[in-house]
């Protein structure tokens, strides 16, 4: 145990002083605060030899030497952060509860500390390839992506707990549609979700993300000119779950077509025909149209045929159908 914990603490220390230089400060009080990145690279200058200093394609042997060491360094920084992020993080799951999706999101965050530890390192120790112009720009998007990972991971397993603490509650309703709603709110959040990432790493890159979200308003102007149908269909979607004219196993009929409901989505609502095959029925023909809920009758009409010997007695005849009858009046 003392050297699983000594381990431990010198993880933390060494992530300290890499993710954190300027932690590390001047002796004497006024003085400017210290380089670690610039005595670092100095004595890495001096520790080159001419021979690496040789070009292969853009860059010189050492760069491409320390830029496989950094990416190893933060491969491995990754998987240490992760695991040491949910070991002590164990305590928290024992006190909310050990459910799956519990144990899935606190490993998610030890998961997203690892990728942010790995993009501080990165963050902390691209200075030292000496990369101008482009290539600094492009590690430093690289450093914004590897913390947006990170992020994502993060929020898509929060997204995950949401929806199902929602199917949870769906399913304690008496109405099936909950059921559908839970799905389509995780789709929903998790493309809000990815859309701002790609936003926040458009803007890293130093790029007005205005002219592309104002080129996106009047691009989402012609689409919907375009797919006018598809939003009926989403607003139709969304007309069926507040309404809720009928629920999932219902037999219902809408136009030619009859069945059974399994499944409402966004654009369609599919309806198992008594054939076995399945329709998609646009959501929008759904609202403007006539929908026949059979499964919502208080009686179902049954229509026979008895078949009668001509020697039976006609008392035992008007028998049976009086007991036919007061079975209905029950």
């Excluded at 950094?70 to 920084?77: S, T």
């Excluded at 549609?177 to 790609?198: E, H, N, Y």
Aim: charged share 15%; hydrophobic share 45%; glycine share 10%.
């Amino acid at each position: 145990m003392p050297n699983r914990f000594s381990l431990t603490g010198l993880v933390i220390i060494l992530l300290l002083m890499t993710v954190f230089p300027a932690l590390v400060q001047a002796q004497g009080p006024g003085e400017a605060v210290a380089d670690p990145a610039g005595s670092m690279s100095t004595w890495l200058d001096n520790l080159i030899p001419d021979g690496m200093k040789t070009k292969i394609l853009f860059l010189e042997q050492w760069q491409w030497l320390l830029l496989a060491i950094i990416g190893v360094v933060a491969g491995l920084i990754q998987k240490i952060a992760s695991h040491l992020g949910g070991m002590l993080l164990q305590p928290l799951l024992s006190r909310v509860g050990q459910s799956k999706k519990t144990t899935e999101v606190i490993n998610s965050i030890g998961k997203s500390l690892g990728w942010f530890a790995s993009a501080g390192i990165v963050n902390s120790l691209h200075p030292l390839l000496k990369f101008e112009g482009f290539g600094n720009s492009l590690m430093e998007v690289a450093v914004r992506g590897l913390a947006t990972i990170g992020a994502l991971l993060l929020a898509y397993r929060l997204v995950d707990l949401i929806s199902s603490r929602l199917e949870e509650s769906a399913a304690e309703t008496d109405s099936k549609l909950d059921d559908q709603l839970a799905p389509m709110i995780r789709k929903s959040l998790k493309l809000l979700v990815t859309t701002g990432a790609v936003i926040y790493l458009i803007q890293s890159t130093g790029e007005d993300v205005m002219p592309l979200v104002t080129g996106l308003g009047v691009l989402g102007i012609g689409v919907s000119l375009a797919a006018k149908d598809t939003f009926a269909n989403l607003f139709g979607s969304i007309t069926v779950f507040a309404d809720r004219p009928f629920s999932l196993g219902d037999w219902v009929k809408v136009g030619g077509i009859q069945g059974v409901v399994e499944e409402i989505g966004f654009r369609c609502t599919r309806i198992r025909t008594f054939e076995s095959s399945l329709v998609s029925v646009p959501n929008s023909e759904l609202v403007n149209g006539v929908i026949d809920n059979m499964g919502q009758r208080n009686y179902r009409r049954f229509k026979t045929l008895v078949g009668l010997r001509y020697e039976t007695p006609s008392e035992k005849i008007e028998a049976f159908t009086a007991g036919i009858h007061a079975i209905a009046a029950s």
